[in-house]
């Protein structure tokens, strides 16, 4: 009998893995959206990101909905599926500090530095970001790397400066490209700048945002994540900057 038991529990343990091993990206993003759950204090305003692990984290947060006071977005599509679920929406200019920021990354390292705007609202989610006491970020697994630059890196740009920052970024070693059709909330156009190893974060977000035109660069490194939830088929992995 315990021959068989163990041969049963053998059995088990492949099929787990083989489960595990078959989870679509989406199962991973909506794994790690609800363990951020978590991290949300009752009785208060939450900061909420932009795109689709993000979206998966508005879901989970209107079963929630009561018990928090609302939530602010950090674009107006994040703004809209909170509306859906109930959730009531606040100005930033409202409040004085947020206690928990949650949002995604289309990068990140392990010191938590990341690139973010695939979704084209990066300066939005930087403020919100800079206002929050926590940043927790949620991604699967693909989306970490030892060093930043293999995803494009969004730039933010007054239209009537794209050409000229589009020069600019050539000369650092980019290979800019304007994202057609894009319109951000801000009514800005943004540049994609492929080709970068970005070695430095720190340097290279102040040296981007010095160039005239540039609202803001899709690199967060002056305020990196505090705590990275990471989807894997093994589960949510954790790690932090304390």
């Known amino acids: 009998m315990r021959a068989a038991s163990s041969t049963m529990s053998a059995c088990h343990k492949r099929n787990e893995s083989t489960m595990n091993a078959a989870m679509t ?23 909420v990101g932009t795109g689709s692990t993000a979206n998966f984290f508005i879901d989970g947060l209107a079963q929630m909905r009561d018990r928090i006071r609302g939530a602010v977005a950090s674009s107006e599509a994040s703004a809209a599926r909170l ?53 927790v970020c949620i991604c699967d697994q ?42 951000t909330d801000n009514g800005n156009c943004i540049i994609d700048v492929s080709g970068l190893q970005i070695s430095r974060p720190e340097e290279f ?14 690199i967060f490194a002056q305020r990196p994540a505090d705590v990275l939830l990471l989807a894997t088929p093994q589960g949510v992995q954790t790690l932090s900057r304390d």
Request: some cysteine.
């Open 205 to 218: 977000e102040a040296q981007l945002n010095a160039i005239v035109g540039v609202v803001t660069n899709g």
């Open 142 to 183: 693909s989306k970490l790397v030892e060093t930043l630059g293999r995803f494009p890196l969004p730039v933010e740009v007054i239209p009537m400066a794209s050409a000229q920052v589009m020069r600019a970024l050539s000369a650092l070693g980019g290979i800019p490209k304007l994202r057609e059709g894009v319109v």
């Open 25 to 47: 990206q989406d199962e991973l993003k909506k794994s790690v959206a609800n363990a951020a759950l978590a991290y949300v204090p009752e009785g208060q305003v939450i900061g």
């Open 83 to 135: 509306r859906t679920h109930g959730i009531p929406l606040f100005d930033l200019n409202e409040l004085t500090e947020l206690s928990v920021y949650v949002d995604g990354a289309d990068e990140i390292d392990r010191r938590l530095c990341m690139i973010k705007g695939g979704g084209a609202a990066l300066t939005r989610e930087k403020i919100v970001a800079a206002v929050a006491q926590r940043f």
